[in-house]
């Protein structure tokens, strides 16, 4: 069964750094691109970033820079470090993967951005 449990969200000040992270349940994850995406009140759920299996990432440009996805596939987890955070960075955050076409999601961690 596949199982993602994303933590490390929080109450930061504008401004401040949170890292996220995403643990994957058995080793077949490394093979597939990981994604994160958030959803704010009253939005729809949005793409942040991704990291492809060779470890490439890409991220919306909302977040270009400020943002660095990366992987650790021995322990099968994917990371989301955030810096420099905005009031407009506030969602629930959630780890994605693709698998034979169907869409596997995390629980969500809220990340809240005060000004």
């Known amino acids: 069964q596949v199982q993602l449990v994303e933590s490390g969200g929080g109450l930061v000040q504008s401004g401040g750094s949170l890292r996220l992270s995403c643990a994957a349940s058995?080793?077949?994850?490394?093979?597939?691109?990981m994604n994160w995406y958030r959803q704010a009140p009253g939005k729809q759920r949005e793409l942040v970033a991704g990291i492809t299996a060779s470890g490439t990432p890409n991220y919306v440009d909302a977040v270009e820079g400020r943002f660095t996805i990366s992987r650790d596939n021995a322990k099968n987890t994917v990371y989301l470090q955030m810096s420099s955070l905005k009031p407009e960075d506030t969602a629930v955050y959630y780890c994605?993967?693709?698998?034979?076409?169907?869409?596997?999601w995390g629980q969500g961690t809220q990340v809240t951005v005060s000004s």
């Open positions: 058995g080793s077949i994850f490394r093979f597939y691109t």
């Open positions: 994605n993967v693709r698998i034979m076409m169907n869409d596997y």
